[in-house]
């Protein structure tokens, strides 16, 4: 088969209606920034791989390195980087035709490099596999469409609305609130429809300006590569109308943040959903995945509240989590158990941030599951009322969920030694930057007063 044929539906009609010119082959990250390099189309038809340094992986946000190249030094060897054709989607936004091509990374033996969050991510469902489990996850993201906001300096403000008014707050669910940035809503769902992406149902949150997007449930490196490529089109769709979208965990003061909350469920190799009994009831495997994410979601945070903006979430009665309790049908709690029929029984981990790595957010929930299930992890009593009423038992900084991640040799483990050694380094590099900062609040209160 030529490439052009194996290329998912969704990108064969773009290509029927525009002359391919160019290709982004692309790779996620630690932050989950995409990386690659645009190849033109006649030199990628040509080429089965490209390359790149591993040093892409040793990046902080800023763009600064962690010392994680190990024994070998800092040599930025290059690693062997080899296009998935199922991923191929339009960038509809693009000038020109354009093709956009997630890439493995292996090095130069063929290995799978250990700290690319995709491969990360294929590894913890190869142990699902190897269980005879096939893990589903639906993910919910949340963003802010803000004002273009060019002076880090100043704060985030919310965009301007169709009627001339900043979008408001405390408007979940209000249709009145979408329609007030309908043309960004209606490039999204046309994007989205272009790229083939399903798009279960977008509604107004509580913050002013606040968006979640539903995606359907399916396998998690899919489901992975959906999050990772609608975060650039929500961007794109948003610049085209004069705004931001932003998916910082807390962007705007007193208002709520934004989460990814994933919801989970695991089939056997019958397709029958393991959480579900013949009669219908909840069985121990349910119950023991439960246990596993609230015995070892401590150990993750770093990688789901990867940075130091996205402890601003985890505030008592604020829509998001403050403990690990879980519940029936209970948004107070952080791990919830929606209403459903016994073969859709799922259970929703509600801690994720959505400026997490969708891929690596997506394998530390997987893990923490599998853990459970592997252990028979019992967990503690159903949470029956308002959650926030209990103690707070989650890390306060990303320093001491680093302190966690580095601790639990079993998390570890899972996620790979590489990986978790690599993550745990540059992690610390970028905490160390950020604590060379000298924040407004600092200025104000401390300059004239100790």
């Not at 998912?8 to 982004?24: G, I, K, M, Q, T």
């Not at 029936?328 to 941030?353: K, W, Y």
Request: proline share 6%.
């Amino acid at each position: 088969m030529t490439w052009s044929e194996q290329i998912p539906e969704a990108a064969r009609a773009y290509l029927d209606s525009h002359r391919l010119d160019e290709v982004e082959c692309i790779i996620a990250d630690l932050p989950g920034v995409a990386r690659g390099k645009a190849v033109p189309a006649a030199k990628w038809e040509r080429q089965q791989k490209f390359h790149l340094p591993n040093s892409i992986f040793f990046q902080t946000i800023t763009g600064d390195w962690g010392e994680a190249a190990g024994e070998e030094g800092f040599t930025e060897p290059d690693m062997v980087l080899t296009p998935d054709l199922s991923t191929a989607t339009a960038a509809p936004w693009a000038a020109d035709g354009t093709l956009q091509v997630i890439h493995d990374a292996f090095d130069q033996k063929g290995n799978a490099i250990p700290y690319a969050p995709r491969n990360v991510l294929k590894r913890v469902v190869a142990l699902y596999e190897a269980e005879g489990w096939t893990p589903i996850v639906a993910p919910e993201m949340e963003f802010f469409l803000v004002a273009r906001n060019t002076d880090p300096a100043k704060p985030i403000e919310p965009m301007m609305g169709r009627t001339g008014r900043p979008a408001a707050a405390r408007q979940a669910y209000s249709m009145s609130a979408v329609d007030e940035y309908g043309p960004v809503i209606d490039d999204i769902y046309e994007y989205a429809e272009v790229q083939g992406f399903e798009i279960d149902g977008i509604t107004q949150e509580g913050g002013a300006g606040q968006l979640e997007i539903n995606l359907r449930h399916g396998d998690p490196v899919k489901l992975a590569d959906e999050v990772f490529y609608f975060k650039r089109l929500l961007r794109e769709a948003a610049l085209k109308h004069d705004c931001f979208a932003t998916f910082m965990a807390k962007p705007i003061e007193g208002e709520p943040g934004s989460a990814m909350h994933v919801h989970h469920s695991v089939l056997d190799e019958t397709g029958r959903n393991i959480f579900a009994g013949p009669q219908g009831g909840e069985t121990d495997a349910f119950f023991h995945f439960i246990g596993g994410l609230q015995e070892y979601l401590p150990s993750v945070i770093a990688l789901i509240a990867p940075y130091v903006n996205s402890y601003r979430r985890y505030v008592r009665d604020h829509a998001a989590p403050i403990n690990l309790e879980w519940g029936r049908d209970n948004r107070t709690t952080g791990i919830r158990i929606p209403v459903s029929e016994p073969e859709a029984r799922r259970i929703e981990n509600r801690l994720a941030g959505m400026d997490c790595n969708p891929y690596l957010c997506i394998a530390a929930s997987l893990a923490c599951g599998y853990l459970g299930l592997k252990n028979e992890v019992r967990p503690d009593k159903r949470y029956r009322g308002d959650a926030y009423d209990g103690d707070g038992d989650l890390p306060q900084g990303l320093w001491t969920a680093l302190d966690l991640f580095d601790a639990d040799e079993a998390v570890r483990e899972v996620l790979g030694a590489e990986f978790a050694r690599v993550y745990s380094i540059v992690k610390r590099a970028e905490y160390e930057e950020f604590l060379q900062v000298i924040s407004p609040w600092e200025r104000e209160h401390l300059l004239l007063t100790v």
